[in-house]
């Protein structure tokens, strides 16, 4: 076990965990913070995706200890009332289904329109192939993608 | 005809209209009125993104004659003294709840039309009411829901009320946004894994590796020192003598149990047991069906490989099946026809693979047993945890959470059982949560299907007999009543199974998720023999049925079935020739709704890509449309993607596949770019609509596939047969 400092969305947060731990279980079980999900622990379904200094990462294989410095953004985070523009366009396009997997989504959608304020189709579908939605509701988050790159800019 | 145009009806839901009240007065078990005018109704059955969490408070709100805009919507826990049909199968929610649903809001609407009634002293039938306000015309009084609450509650709930007529909806057939959408998109705890109690501890379950064994010896000298572990133990997974239910399945006699304080711990010891297993012998368990009668059945040891499943399906419709219904004299019209055409089709299992593994958290004490998480069977698995836990049914108090998926799975609920055992064994609050790995190696599959088709083409190629001969292990997927039978003269319809010792059940439209690819594909192979259209080919047959049926019994409307096939080839401009276009059709029935499809494939560098998805459903009236859209969206989606790529093979009884780097789902890049929905006007009651959508896309697939590259497909998933989308 060890003290180990996070920086999670803009608050420091202090945990005393194995440092072999994965993000996702810190933010999950220590830290209260649900909303990164877990779908299958290795780093293939994109459910439990983060932002690490704002770039798009896997926590279910991410262990607390190599985090350091880096900031911790979860869904939680993302905005203050829930209205980031790609929530927004999530809620106008009505995309969930079960939902389990649209706080990942989200999280690769953020970071993909931070990078690339006005994506192609096929940049949409590159930067999101690592998201498996199991409901299919790939056409509305594409559609959603869209709206929200149109809001930004 | 009906085209609804989503985008326009679905802004952003506003902010709560109204503050919580001071107050609530109960009208009856459904709903909840705030001395403010808010209404909280109660969502009565499971939510696992079909929607029933929105769309069936719609149908209580309808008749209450609400503002959508005040009401706020609760799941129900489990509650068989207000509740019937509390259940997430067969896509039968709304048909099921159409009528009481709407029935409880009618209700409460007239107990807030006499309570107006008795207050202002004139005739109840003068009291009119709209958007949650009660109006007497005459002497110009008029009151808000939230001011007559308290004294509606007072009034007795009537015995008979009279529903809307379906002109007069205001809310059904609107677009209403999932109840759950923000709460969704900020990462809200919704879920069963995301629950938590003062004082829980974590469990995992360790399981045989291969189906037909069972455990031997334990050694868990190591996990049990291991930081955060609180015990292991084994646990059977039903007592001596025990008839389990049929949603009670598990296929592994005992299980290893690690408890602890956190998940990452709990894993790490799990690592650490060293176990040995064995393989068990032939034997006969007790189960109860859905009905509720109970059969002893035989589960035989082995370790099954999917080599040898394959074999044994060739091997099976080689031989004479069981015969479910003839028609005619086939054997004697395909010895003279002028053409025979005979194909084989074949489909491996599946694990559903919710996005959120099974998971439940159990509080049992000796007073009561109290349980929280996803289950699509709540009234069922009630039972179960009582004759399990030795309870009785009124001590069992379960509570159903937002799940991540269901697909059939959560239909089947021992991992409910097992959480309650290592409550009630550890004596504290525990989360049971498994792995996707458990989840995917401890499933309750879909089976492994075969079907043989064969087809007889007179001279004039009219269809004059037809053949199929369908089995499963362990199941059958015939449904010898369904189209095209009554369309043809002389009809065989013969299933065999092959027993295995590998755990099935219900997949997403049970059956009909293998078949209707099967036959829809043969159906456009008989009809380029035949050389006709392969819609109109279909309508042919359809109007056979229509004006003079084969048989006495046949399941489907053939005109439902004919109008989805029209409305989508109109929809398609079916028939136009489109540069690199290629298209493939299907039509199916099933759970009383009907679907056709019509996919366009274009073909790009050598690599054929789902341009666009026309469906056109027949379901009955549609209740919320924006979410409807989405259900046949992804049930589209979800078809293709089991079609292309996903199965389960087994090697001497050990998935082959226990995570997302061999288990094939569709992922973005493979999905459909564009598909439209369009529905059947309607005025017949709801019928099913999560399933219907999801089997005749996997026909029309195959079907563009072949016009794309001359390549018929037979076996699922058809990455084996070489192909990829992109």
Same mark, same amino acid.
């Given at each position: 076990?060890?003290?180990?400092?996070?920086?999670?969305?803009?608050?420091?947060?202090?945990?005393?965990?194995?440092?072999?731990?994965?993000?996702?279980?810190?933010?999950?079980?220590?830290?209260?913070? =649900?909303?990164?999900?877990?779908? @299958?622990?290795?780093? #293939?379904?994109?459910?439990? /995706?983060?932002? &690490?200094?704002?770039?798009?990462?896997?926590?279910?294989?991410?262990?607390?200890?190599?985090?350091?410095?880096?900031?911790?953004?979860?869904?939680?985070?993302?905005?203050?009332?829930?209205?980031?523009?790609?929530?927004?366009?999530?809620?106008?396009?009505? =995309?969930?289904?079960?939902?389990? @997997?649209?706080?990942? #989504?989200?999280?690769?959608? /953020?970071?993909? &329109?931070?990078?690339?304020?006005?994506?192609?189709?096929?940049?949409?579908?590159?930067?999101?192939?690592?998201?498996?939605?199991?409901?299919?509701?790939?056409?509305?988050?594409?559609?959603?993608?869209?709206?929200?790159?149109?809001?930004?800019? | 005809?009906?085209?609804?145009?989503?985008?326009?009806?679905?802004?952003?839901?506003?902010?709560?209209?109204?503050?919580?009240?001071?107050?609530?007065?109960?009208?009856?078990?459904?709903?909840?009125?705030?001395?403010?005018?808010?209404?909280?109704?109660?969502?009565?059955?499971?939510?696992?993104?079909?929607?029933?969490?929105?769309?069936?408070?719609?149908?209580?709100?309808?008749?209450?004659?609400?503002?959508?805009?005040?009401?706020?919507?609760?799941?129900?826990?489990?509650?068989?003294?207000?509740?019937?049909?509390?259940?997430?199968?067969?896509?039968?929610?709304?048909?099921?709840?159409?009528?009481?649903?709407?029935?409880?809001?009618?209700?409460?609407?007239?107990?807030?039309?006499?309570?107006?009634?008795?207050?202002?002293?004139?005739?109840?039938?003068?009291?009119?009411?709209?958007?949650?306000?009660?109006?007497?015309?005459?002497?110009?009084?008029?009151?808000?829901?939230?001011?007559?609450?308290?004294?509606?509650?007072?009034?007795?709930?009537?015995?008979?009320?009279?529903?809307?007529?379906?002109?007069?909806?205001?809310?059904?057939?609107?677009?209403?946004?999932?109840?759950?959408?923000?709460?969704?998109?900020?990462?809200?705890?919704?879920?069963?894994?995301?629950?938590?109690?003062?004082?829980?501890?974590?469990?995992?379950?360790?399981?045989?590796?291969?189906?037909?064994?069972?455990?031997?010896?334990?050694?868990?000298?190591?996990?049990?020192?291991?930081?955060?572990?609180?015990?292991?133990?084994?646990?059977?997974?039903?007592?001596?003598?025990?008839?389990?239910?049929?949603?009670?399945?598990?296929?592994?006699?005992?299980?290893?149990?690690?408890?602890?304080?956190?998940?990452?711990?709990?894993?790490?010891?799990?690592?650490?047991?060293?176990?040995?297993?064995?393989?068990?012998?032939?034997?006969?368990?007790?189960?109860?069906?859905?009905?509720?009668?109970?059969?002893?059945?035989?589960?035989?040891?082995?370790?099954?490989?999917?080599?040898?499943?394959?074999?044994?399906?060739?091997?099976?419709?080689?031989?004479?099946?069981?015969?479910?219904?003839?028609?005619?004299?086939?054997?004697?019209?395909?010895?003279?026809?002028?053409?025979?055409?005979?194909?084989?089709?074949?489909?491996?299992?599946?694990?559903?693979?919710?996005?959120?593994?099974?998971?439940?958290?159990?509080?049992?004490?000796?007073?009561?047993?109290?349980?929280?998480?996803?289950?699509?069977?709540?009234?069922?698995?009630?039972?179960?945890?009582?004759?399990?836990?030795?309870?009785?049914?009124?001590?069992?108090?379960?509570?159903?959470?937002?799940?991540?998926?269901?697909?059939?799975?959560?239909?089947?609920?021992?991992?409910?059982?097992?959480?309650?055992?290592?409550?009630?064994?550890?004596?504290?609050?525990?989360?049971?949560?498994?792995?996707?790995?458990?989840?995917?190696?401890?499933?309750?599959?879909?089976?492994?299907?075969?079907?043989?088709?064969?087809?007889?083409?007179?001279?004039?190629?009219?269809?004059?007999?037809?053949?199929?001969?369908?089995?499963?292990?362990?199941?059958?997927?015939?449904?010898?009543?369904?189209?095209?039978?009554?369309?043809?003269?002389?009809?065989?319809?013969?299933?065999?199974?092959?027993?295995?010792?590998?755990?099935?059940?219900?997949?997403?439209?049970?059956?009909?998720?293998?078949?209707?690819?099967?036959?829809?594909?043969?159906?456009?192979?008989?009809?380029?023999?035949?050389?006709?259209?392969?819609?109109?080919?279909?309508?042919?047959?359809?109007?056979?049925?229509?004006?003079?049926?084969?048989?006495?019994?046949?399941?489907?409307?053939?005109?439902?079935?004919?109008?989805?096939?029209?409305?989508?080839?109109?929809?398609?401009?079916?028939?136009?020739?489109?540069?690199?276009?290629?298209?493939?059709?299907?039509?199916?029935?099933?759970?009383?709704?009907?679907?056709?499809?019509?996919?366009?494939?274009?073909?790009?560098?050598?690599?054929?890509?789902?341009?666009?998805?026309?469906?056109?459903?027949?379901?009955?009236?549609?209740?919320?449309?924006?979410?409807?859209?989405?259900?046949?969206?992804?049930?589209?989606?979800?078809?293709?993607?089991?079609?292309?790529?996903?199965?389960?093979?087994?090697?001497?009884?050990?998935?082959?596949?226990?995570?997302?780097?061999?288990?094939?789902?569709?992922?973005?890049?493979?999905?459909?770019?564009?598909?439209?929905?369009?529905?059947?006007?309607?005025?017949?009651?709801?019928?099913?609509?999560?399933?219907?959508?999801?089997?005749?896309?996997?026909?029309?697939?195959?079907?563009?596939?072949?016009?794309?590259?001359?390549?018929?497909?037979?076996?699922?998933?058809?990455?084996?047969?070489?192909?990829?989308?992109?």
């Amino acid at each position: 076990m060890a003290v180990i400092n996070l920086n999670v969305n803009g608050k420091k947060q202090s945990v005393d965990v194995d440092p072999k731990t994965p993000v996702l279980w810190v933010l999950r079980e220590h830290l209260n913070l =649900v909303g990164t999900k877990y779908g @299958c622990g290795i780093a #293939q379904c994109g459910a439990c /995706t983060i932002h &690490l200094d704002g770039v798009a990462v896997r926590s279910c294989q991410l262990p607390v200890s190599v985090i350091g410095e880096k900031a911790i953004t979860t869904i939680e985070g993302l905005s203050e009332n829930g209205d980031h523009p790609v929530q927004q366009a999530w809620l106008e396009h009505d =995309v969930p289904q079960c939902g389990y @997997c649209q706080a990942g #989504q989200i999280m690769s959608a /953020t970071a993909l &329109l931070k990078e690339n304020p006005a994506p192609s189709d096929e940049q949409i579908e590159t930067a999101m192939n690592g998201n498996i939605c199991r409901c299919g509701t790939y056409v509305r988050i594409k559609a959603a993608i869209k709206t929200a790159a149109t809001a930004k800019s | 005809m009906l085209s609804f145009s989503w985008l326009a009806g679905c802004k952003p839901a506003a902010e709560e209209a109204l503050a919580l009240p001071k107050e609530w007065f109960e009208l009856n078990g459904y709903l909840k009125i705030g001395e403010n005018g808010l209404v909280t109704i109660m969502s009565p059955n499971p939510e696992i993104g079909q929607n029933v969490k929105t769309s069936m408070p719609m149908l209580v709100a309808e008749e209450l004659d609400v503002d959508w805009k005040n009401v706020i919507v609760e799941q129900a826990p489990l509650n068989t003294t207000v509740f019937t049909r509390q259940l997430a199968g067969g896509s039968q929610s709304i048909s099921q709840g159409w009528k009481s649903l709407r029935m409880a809001g009618a209700t409460a609407r007239q107990m807030l039309r006499e309570a107006a009634a008795k207050t202002w002293q004139v005739p109840v039938e003068e009291i009119t009411t709209e958007a949650s306000m009660l109006y007497h015309k005459a002497s110009s009084k008029s009151a808000s829901y939230g001011e007559m609450a308290s004294a509606a509650a007072k009034i007795e709930v009537p015995k008979e009320v009279e529903l809307k007529n379906n002109s007069d909806f205001k809310i059904i057939g609107t677009s209403r946004n999932n109840v759950d959408g923000k709460k969704i998109v900020t990462g809200q705890p919704l879920y069963g894994l995301d629950y938590r109690a003062e004082g829980m501890l974590v469990a995992m379950i360790a399981h045989p590796p291969a189906f037909g064994m069972k455990l031997k010896s334990v050694d868990d000298s190591q996990a049990r020192t291991m930081p955060g572990i609180k015990d292991v133990f084994t646990i059977k997974s039903y007592p001596e003598d025990y008839a389990q239910q049929w949603c009670d399945v598990s296929s592994f006699p005992e299980l290893v149990v690690v408890v602890g304080n956190t998940t990452w711990e709990v894993m790490n010891a799990r690592k650490a047991l060293k176990l040995e297993w064995e393989q068990f012998q032939d034997h006969e368990i007790s189960s109860s069906t859905f009905w509720g009668t109970t059969v002893k059945v035989k589960v035989p040891g082995g370790l099954e490989n999917s080599s040898q499943h394959a074999k044994l399906m060739t091997d099976y419709a080689a031989k004479n099946a069981k015969v479910v219904r003839k028609d005619g004299n086939p054997e004697a019209v395909f010895k003279k026809a002028a053409k025979v055409i005979e194909r084989s089709y074949s489909a491996p299992f599946l694990a559903h693979n919710t996005m959120e593994p099974m998971n439940f958290f159990a509080h049992v004490t000796e007073e009561k047993a109290e349980l929280v998480g996803p289950i699509q069977t709540p009234e069922f698995m009630e039972k179960s945890v009582a004759a399990r836990l030795n309870l009785p049914l009124e001590k069992i108090d379960i509570q159903m959470t937002r799940q991540g998926g269901g697909f059939g799975r959560r239909l089947y609920g021992h991992y409910l059982v097992e959480a309650a055992v290592i409550s009630q064994k550890i004596k504290a609050p525990v989360k049971l949560i498994y792995t996707r790995e458990d989840d995917m190696s401890f499933g309750v599959y879909r089976p492994a299907y075969h079907a043989l088709y064969r087809a007889a083409l007179d001279a004039d190629n009219n269809l004059i007999a037809f053949h199929v001969k369908a089995g499963g292990i362990p199941e059958s997927p015939l449904f010898a009543d369904r189209f095209p039978a009554g369309a043809v003269d002389n009809y065989l319809a013969e299933e065999w199974t092959a027993p295995s010792n590998i755990s099935v059940g219900a997949f997403r439209a049970p059956a009909s998720n293998f078949i209707a690819g099967a036959e829809q594909s043969f159906l456009d192979e008989v009809a380029e023999a035949a050389e006709k259209d392969p819609i109109q080919f279909r309508l042919d047959l359809l109007d056979r049925t229509l004006n003079k049926p084969v048989g006495e019994k046949n399941d489907y409307e053939a005109k439902r079935l004919a109008g989805v096939l029209e409305l989508v080839r109109s929809k398609a401009n079916w028939g136009q020739d489109m540069p690199n276009v290629h298209r493939g059709v299907s039509a199916y029935f099933c759970h009383d709704s009907y679907v056709a499809h019509v996919i366009d494939l274009v073909v790009e560098n050598g690599k054929p890509r789902v341009e666009k998805v026309h469906c056109a459903v027949d379901c009955g009236i549609v209740v919320n449309p924006i979410a409807a859209i989405n259900l046949v969206e992804g049930g589209s989606v979800d078809g293709i993607g089991h079609a292309m790529y996903s199965g389960l093979t087994f090697t001497n009884g050990t998935p082959d596949q226990t995570n997302f780097n061999k288990y094939r789902l569709i992922r973005h890049s493979e999905a459909p770019k564009a598909i439209d929905v369009h529905f059947v006007p309607s005025t017949v009651d709801p019928t099913g609509l999560g399933e219907p959508p999801f089997p005749p896309v996997m026909g029309a697939l195959a079907n563009a596939l072949y016009k794309a590259t001359g390549k018929r497909h037979y076996q699922q998933p058809y990455l084996g047969e070489g192909i990829t989308l992109g």
